[in-house]
T-cell receptor, first 112, second 113 residues
Framework: GAGVSQSPSNKVTEKGKDVELRCDPI?????LYWYRQSLGQGLEFLIY????????KSGLPSDRFSAERTGGSVSTLTIQRTQQEDSAVYLC??????????FGSGTQLSVL | GESVGLHLPTLSVQEGDNSIINCAYS??????FIWYKQESGKGPQFIID?????DKRQGQRVTVLLNKTVKHLSLQIAATQPGDSAVYFC????????????FGAGTRLAVHP
């Protein structure tokens, strides 16, 4: 596609529910990143994919967070048993192997 | 630990003036630095980058300066326009290889007519 696409753009959920956030990277980009941005804060690294492998998961805050990437393209970030502190904007970015990151517009997650 | 921070959380300028946004980084091993612009409701957008073997790089209306001695990075915007109003983030890549970027908290630039 023309840019990184994320869906949904907004998600409101109840505490304890599971959510799935989707990222469609730019076609041909082998690297994919998930970041989290809390209100008024900078971006916090979560996980990095090269192809379908995730050599760096060090930023995932707890075992409630997981991510996968299939076909070297679409990625899904799953948050289980959501908590209020999970409320944030979740941003996905893609790049060629080591090139410039292109960000999507993010998913605004609100946990009530 | 590794961190990237900004001196000024909010910067207000008059249209047509030059803007300077500053950033301090702590990891002397970082070899790549980037400035991003984020408008409301959008993801960060690349503005300009610089590698550690340079101390200055210019783009269209923007200049990035890198002072490795004091671990300081700045973004200069010439003739600031209302469309420049946004939050600006500096980011560093301390790891080499892939872009595991560490971002600062951001500076909001407000341009007044």
């Amino acid at each position: 596609g023309a840019g990184v696409s994320q869906s949904p753009s907004n998600k409101v959920t109840e505490k304890g529910k599971d959510v799935e956030l989707r990222c469609d990277p730019i076609s041909g980009h082998t690297a994919l990143y998930w970041y989290r941005q809390s209100l008024g804060q900078g971006l916090e690294f979560l996980i990095y994919f090269q192809g379908n492998s995730a050599p760096d998961k060090s930023g995932l805050p707890s075992d409630r967070f997981s991510a996968e990437r299939t076909g070297g393209s679409v990625s899904t970030l799953t948050i289980q048993r959501t908590q209020q502190e999970d409320s944030a904007v979740y941003l996905c970015a893609s790049s060629l192997a080591t090139g410039q990151l292109f960000f999507g517009s993010g998913t605004q997650l609100s946990v009530l | 630990g590794e961190s990237v921070g900004l001196h000024l959380p909010t910067l207000s300028v008059q249209e047509g003036d030059n803007s300077i946004i500053n950033c301090a980084y702590s990891n002397s091993a970082s070899d790549y630095f980037i400035w991003y612009k984020q408008e409301s409701g959008k993801g960060p957008q690349f503005i300009i980058d610089i590698r550690s073997n340079m101390d200055k790089r210019q783009g269209q209306r923007v200049t990035v300066l890198l002072n490795k001695t004091v671990k300081h990075l700045s973004l200069q915007i010439a003739a600031t326009q209302p469309g420049d109003s946004a939050v600006y983030f500096c980011a560093e890549n301390p790891s080499g290889g892939y872009n595991k970027l560490i971002f600062g908290a951001g500076t909001r630039l407000a341009v007044h007519p």
